[in-house]
Nanobody
Framework: QVQLVDAGGGLVQAGGSLRLSCAAS????????MGWFRQAPGREREFVAA????????DYADSVKGRFAISRDNAKNTVYLQMNSLKPEDTAVYYC??????????????WGQGTQVTVSS
């Protein structure tokens, strides 16, 4: 059974930082591209960042480029999202996701339960 466990969310002031993590089990982690998505109240879920199976390639939404960094440790079956210079508009529930094969912004196979990030102004 595949499980993705998101962690690391919390309340932070604008300009602050948080590091999210997502621990995967039940799959061959290195065969999966990994992504982070977020959903704010009343809005659709949106793509945030993704990383290739090896970790050599990354992709970011324009809204977070230069502030967020995605990384992975295949030995630990874990993907991370370092979030810096946080803004109130970054407030959302953040979800990690796993996609078998090549990295894209769509069609992810497995999802974490989500972790709340709240940025106060």
């Amino acid at each position: 059974q595949v499980q993705l466990v998101d962690a690391g969310g919390g309340l932070v002031q604008a300009g602050g930082s948080l590091r999210l993590s997502c621990a995967a089990s039940g799959l061959t982690f290195s065969n999966y591209a990994m992504g982070w998505f977020r959903q704010a109240p009343g809005r659709e879920r949106e793509f945030v960042a993704a990383i290739t199976r090896s970790g050599a390639g990354t992709d970011y939404a324009d809204s977070v480029k230069g502030r967020f960094a995605i990384s992975r440790d295949n030995a630990k079956n874990t993907v991370y999202l370092q979030m810096n210079s946080l803004k109130p508009e970054d407030t959302a529930v953040y979800y990690c996701a796993a996609k078998w094969g090549i990295v894209t912004r769509y069609e992810y196979n497995y999802w974490g339960q989500g972790t709340q990030v709240t940025v106060s102004s």
